[in-house]
Every structure is written in C-alpha cells, then in structure tokens.
C-alpha cells in the first residue's frame, strides 16, 4: 500500500459515537467506495500502526484533495 494506491473503504472505525454528526454522515457515505491515498502516517496505536489520509472531496461534490478522512489501513482494499 502507497500513496497514490485506489482503496475501497470496507468497514468504518468502531468510536462513531464520539464523532460530530457531519463526520459520521461523510464516512456512511464513503463506505464502500474507492479513494486514493493521499496520506501515509504512523500511529502511536499499536493496533493500527499505520494510518491513510484519503481524498474523498468527491463524495461532497468538490474536488477530491478538498476533503480528506483518515483511517486505519486495516479499514480499507486495495483495489
């Protein structure tokens, strides 16, 4: 997995219900559909080690690098 890489987002993270609305409502629309990565970072979680920054702008009708969600790698497909 590398930036640049088409992933599909297959679950969404388990903590939604310390989220504001809006985020819940923007990562309910992305499950399931494919992104790019745009980011790659490390996390100090040692469940998820790595973490992926995601362009999903399009979803909000914007260009996709205008939003960005990040996840555990281990939350998406690469496709």
Known sequence: MKIGDTVRLITIPPNRSRWSLENRALFEKCLGGTFLIAR?????RPSHPLVVGLGVGHVLGKP????????????????
């Open 64 to 79: 996709s690098e205008h939003e960005t969600i990040f996840v555990p790698a281990a939350y998406v497909r690469v496709e």
């Open 40 to 44: 790659m970072e490390t996390s100090k």
